[in-house]
């Protein structure tokens, strides 16, 4: 089971660190992605990462200012957000995919675990 939070509204131009903590199991050997859905939108990915850490993906929206990291030994992995905008407004999903899937994927398809989002609302 997967638990995001840290979500909030903010004001454009601030960060906020978005944690995902995994309970029941591990999350050592999983490729993980943050993904988020605004109203009326598709659900699109974010930022993914493989298991190692040492391969990682941002979408164009956020490379720059997102940066996804993960804390095995806390079983945590976090999304760090800067210089935030309005357009960053949505729901934000972190997902895992299975620990025998290699490798990161951009696809939500290939995520096997969930966690429940977190509201994050940019005002300007």
């Known amino acids: 089971q997967l638990q995001a939070s840290g979500g909030g509204l903010v004001q454009a131009g601030v960060s906020l660190r978005l944690s995902c903590a995994a309970s029941?199991?591990?999350?050592?050997?999983?490729?993980m992605g943050w993904f988020r859905q605004a109203p009326a939108k598709a659900r699109d990915i974010v930022a993914a990462?493989?298991?190692?850490?040492?391969?990682?993906y941002y979408a164009d929206s956020v490379k720059g200012r997102f940066t996804i990291s993960r804390d095995n030994a806390k079983n945590t992995v976090y999304l760090q957000m800067n210089s935030l905008k309005p357009e960053d407004t949505a729901v934000y999903y972190c997902?895992?995919?299975?620990?025998?899937?290699?490798?990161?994927?951009?696809?939500?398809?290939?995520?096997?675990?969930w966690g429940q989002g977190t509201l994050v609302t940019v005002s300007s």
């Open positions: 997902a895992a995919r299975s620990a025998t899937s290699a490798g990161l994927s951009t696809s939500h398809y290939d995520y096997t675990y």
């Open positions: 029941g199991r591990t999350l050592g050997r999983n490729a």
């Open positions: 990462m493989t298991w190692s850490g040492g391969t990682t």
